[in-house]
C-alpha cells in the first residue's frame, strides 16, 4: 500500500517513515524542507533497507500534488507538515495559519479530486484549550487555544468534520499528540531544531552537549507537586507506531467513514523538574539551569486520557522515561549538529 506522508523528513514524520517501513508499506514522502534534512530520509532507508520516494514539494502547491497523486496510486495520506512553534505563531501568524491551514485545504482538495479517502492527521493536545480539564478525553468540546498554531489545528479538525459530512466517503482519523520527546534507539534519527530550540527536551540535551550553557525553566509556582509545569510525555517512536495502528485501524474498518480523534499520550503527566533529574539519572550529566517568570500561554498542567486509543487502535506507549531519555542522548551526543 502507498501512503503519502506530507512533512515526512521532520522529527515525527521520519520516526513514522521508519515504522511504516518495517510494517512493510510504501512510502512516499512529500516535504518542502523547511524544516528539515533529506538526511533523515537517507538515514531511515539506512536503517531500514527499504527506499523512500522522496518528493521536495510545498503542500500549497496543487499542481505538484496532483502530479504525485496521479504518478504514485495513493492508498492512504498521513499529513505532519506544518509550522509548529508556538511563540513564532504569534509573531508571524498569517504565514501559519497559510502553512497551516490553506496547506490542508490543499491537500484534501486534491484528495478528494483523486478519490483518495483515507486521512490522517497531527493534531495536537493544544485542541482542548484553556477551557477543558485534565486528563484531557476526545469527547471535550474542541477549545479555544491562546496561540495561532493551536488555533490552525482547531481550524483543521473543524475543515475535517465539515469535509465529512458534504463528502460522505472521507475516512479521517485526527491523532492529538501530547508531548513527544526521544529518538529512534539507533541515535541516528532525532529531533534537530533549527535555531533555539522551543521544546523542553531538546534544550536539555543541547546544554548537556555543551552548544547551550543554561537551561531556563519558566516558572517554579504553578499549582503542581514541585510548581513547574506538566506535561504527558511519550517516546517518539510510540507516536509514530501509533500512526501505523491507526492506518491499520482504517484499513480494518472498511465500514468506517466521518472522523474520529484519538489522544496519543501516556496517560501521565511528569514536571519539568522531574524530566531534567531524569536526564541527569539516565546520562549522569548535570544539568545547570535558572528559573525565570512564567512564559505567556503556558498551562500549568495536562496529560491525556489514552484509554480510547488503548482500546480502539491496540496501542499503548511502551517506553518509560529513561528510554525516553537515554534515546534522546544517544541521537544528540553522536549528532551534536544534527544533520548538519
Ligand atoms: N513536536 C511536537 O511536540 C508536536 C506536538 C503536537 C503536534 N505536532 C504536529 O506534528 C507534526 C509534525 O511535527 P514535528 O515535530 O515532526 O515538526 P517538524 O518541523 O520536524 O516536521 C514538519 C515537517 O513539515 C515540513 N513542512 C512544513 N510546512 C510544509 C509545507 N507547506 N509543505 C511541505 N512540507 C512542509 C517541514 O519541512 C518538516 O519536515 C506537525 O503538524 C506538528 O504541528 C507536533
Same mark, same amino acid.
Do not use: F, K, L, R
Given at each position: 500500500m502507498n501512503v503519502l506522508v506530507t512533512g515526512g523528513a521532520g522529527y515525527i514524520g521520519s520516526h513514522t517513515v521508519l515504522s511504516l517501513l518495517t510494517e512493510g508499506y510504501q512510502v512516499i514522502v512529500y516535504d518542502n524542507l523547511c524544516n528539515a534534512s533529506e538526511q533523515s530520509l537517507k538515514r531511515v532507508e539506512a536503517l531500514t533497507g527499504k527506499t523512500v520516494t522522496f518528493i521536495q514539494g510545498d503542500v500549497n502547491d496543487k499542481t505538484l500534488l496532483s502530479s504525485t497523486f496521479k504518478q504514485h496510486k495513493i492508498d492512504s495520506v498521513i499529513h505532519f507538515a506544518a509550522l509548529k512553534a508556538v511563540g513564532e505563531s504569534s509573531q508571524i501568524p498569517l504565514q501559519y495559519f497559510q502553512n497551516n491551514v490553506s496547506g490542508s485545504l490543499s491537500l484534501l482538495e486534491i484528495m478528494a479530486e483523486n478519490q483518495i479517502e483515507k486521512f490522517i492527521f497531527s493534531s495536537s493536545?493544544? @485542541? =482542548?484549550? +484553556?477551557e477543558n480539564q485534565a !486528563?484531557? @478525553? +476526545?469527547? =471535550?468540546k474542541l477549545g479555544s487555544p491562546s496561540s495561532p498554531y493551536g488555533a490552525t489545528k482547531v481550524m483543521v479538525e473543524r475543515i475535517m468534520n465539515d469535509f465529512a459530512i458534504a463528502m460522505p466517503s472521507f475516512k479521517g482519523v485526527s491523532l492529538r499528540y501530547f508531548n513527544p520527546i526521544g529518538a529512534h534507539e539507533s541515535g541516528q534519527i532525532g529531533e534537530d531544531p533549527k535555531g533555539? !530550540? $522551543? $521544546?523542553l527536551l531538546p534544550f536539555v540535551a543541547q546544554v548537556a552537549v555543551g552548544k547551550r550553557e543554561k537551561l531556563t525553566i519558566f516558572?517554579?509556582?504553578?499549582?503542581t507537586h514541585d510548581g513547574s509545569c506538566l506535561r504527558d510525555y511519550l517516546h517518539v517512536m510510540d507516536l509514530a507506531e501509533g500512526h501505523v495502528a491507526a492506518l491499520q485501524w482504517l484499513n480494518n474498518n472498511p465500514d468506517f467513514y466521518g472522523v474520529e480523534a484519538f489522544n496519543l499520550g501516556t496517560g501521565t503527566g511528569t514536571s519539568v523538574f522531574e524530566i531534567v533529574s531524569a536526564f541527569e539519572k539516565a546520562t549522569d550529566i548535570t544539568i545547570p539551569f535558572e528559573v525565570s517568570p512564567r512564559r505567556a500561554g503556558d498551562l500549568p498542567a495536562f496529560w491525556a486520557d489514552a484509554s480510547k486509543a488503548n482500546k480502539a487502535l491496540h496501542w499503548q506507549a511502551k517506553r518509560d522515561l529513561t528510554t525516553m531519555m537515554k534515546d534522546t542522548w544517544r541521537w544528540q551526543s553522536a549528532n551534536p549538529n544534527g544533520y548538519e
Open positions: 493536545a493544544t @485542541v =482542548y484549550g +484553556e !486528563p484531557y @478525553v +476526545e469527547s =471535550y533555539i !530550540p $522551543n $521544546n516558572g517554579d509556582d504553578y499549582p
